[in-house]
C-alpha cells in the first residue's frame, strides 16, 4: 500500500541512488511542491541540499520570512534568501500589459537566480519540483504553473550551463499525494493546503503599473481577507481566494473629511479544475465585515468590491 510513509521511504532512497554524495541546488519559491522537494531532500541528503529562495517582493503579506521561519528554522533546510524587491519594482516600472509583466517578471527571476546560483561551488543537480500533472500537461501560455523556476528553468538553460543534472522525486505524484507527504514531512499543514498563487504573485493582482506602494497596500489588504476566511471556516470551502488592486481613485468620508483613495476587489471561486469556476457565494455578513476592517484599518483604500464573475467568460486572476 503506498501510504505517504511508504512513498517518502522510497523517494528517499531513490534520491540517495540517484545522487550519491554530490551537492543539490533547489530553488524554493514558497509554494506547496518545491517546499515538500525541500524537506524530502533535507530528510534525503540533508547538507548535500541548498536551496535558493528569490523573493521579488511580489509574495503574500509577510510571505518571504514565513518561508525562512518554516523552511530553514523549523526544518533545517539550508535556504539562500536573495532580497530582490527593489529589482522587481524597478524592472516594472512603466510596463503596463499584463503579458508584458509576466515576461519582465519570469525572465528577472530567472536572471537572480542564475546570478545567485553561479556563486555555489559543486553542485551537480538541480531538485524541481515537477508533479505528475506538470508532466502531462503541455506547457506554456498564461497557465505556465506557479512555480516559475521550473517552467522557466528550461527557458533560462542553467542546467545546461552549469552542466547540472535534474532530480525531480514528485514526478509521479498527483498533487494531494504531495501534500499528504508534506505533512508527513513535518510541514504545517496550513501551509501545505493553501490555495494556488500564480508565478508572477502581486504582480498580476496590481492592475496595470506594479508600484511598491499598491504592492503594500494589496498585501495587507490580502492578509486581512485571508485571515478573515480562516477564522471563519471559509477558506477551505472556497477553491482559491485574494485580493486584487485596482489603481482606481474612488470618493469616501473619513470622519469629517473627504478621501480619495484606491479601491480593492475580493475574489473568491470555487472550482475543481481552475478551467471554469463559480464566484463563492460568501455570506453578506462576513463580505461587510471584511469591507469594514479593510477600509478602517487601511489608510489608502476608500473602497471594496466583491467580484462575482463566473469563468468563463472572466478568468480567475484579473490579469
Ligand atoms: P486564470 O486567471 O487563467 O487562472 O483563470 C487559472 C489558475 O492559474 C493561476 N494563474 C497563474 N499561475 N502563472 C501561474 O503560475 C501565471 O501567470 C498565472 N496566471 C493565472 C491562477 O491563479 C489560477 O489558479
Known sequence: LWTPGRI?????????????????????????????????????IGDQLTCVFVDTGLLRYQEGDQVMATMAEHMGVRVIRVNAAERFFKALEGVEDPEDKRKVIGRLFIEVFDEEAGKLEGVKWLAQGTI???VIESAGGKTGK????????????????????????????????????????????EMVYRHPFPGPGLGVRVLGEVKAE??????????????????????????????????VKSVGVVGDGRAYDWVVALRAVETIDFMTAHWAQLPYEFLDHVSRRIINELRGISRVVYDISGKPPATIEWE
Request: no cysteine.
Open 8 to 44: 517518502i521511504d522510497d523517494s528517499i532512497e531513490r534520491v540517495r541512488e540517484q545522487v550519491g554524495d554530490d551537492h543539490v541546488l533547489l530553488g524554493l519559491s514558497g509554494g506547496v511542491d518545491s517546499s515538500v522537494v525541500a524537506a524530502l531532500l533535507e530528510k534525503a
Open 214 to 247: 499598491y504592492v503594500e497596500l494589496l498585501q495587507k489588504a490580502d492578509a486581512i481577507y485571508i485571515e478573515e476566511l480562516r477564522r471563519h471556516d471559509l477558506y477551505d470551502r472556497v477553491s482559491q481566494a485574494f485580493a486584487v488592486f485596482l489603481p
Open 146 to 189: 506557479a512555480h516559475v523556476i521550473k517552467s522557466h528553468h528550461n527557458v533560462g538553460g542553467l542546467p545546461e550551463r552549469m552542466n547540472l543534472k535534474l532530480v525531480e522525486p514528485l514526478r509521479e505524484l498527483f498533487k494531494d499525494e504531495v501534500r499528504r507527504i508534506g505533512v508527513e514531512l513535518g510541514l504545517p499543514r
Open 132 to 134: 505528475y500533472p506538470d
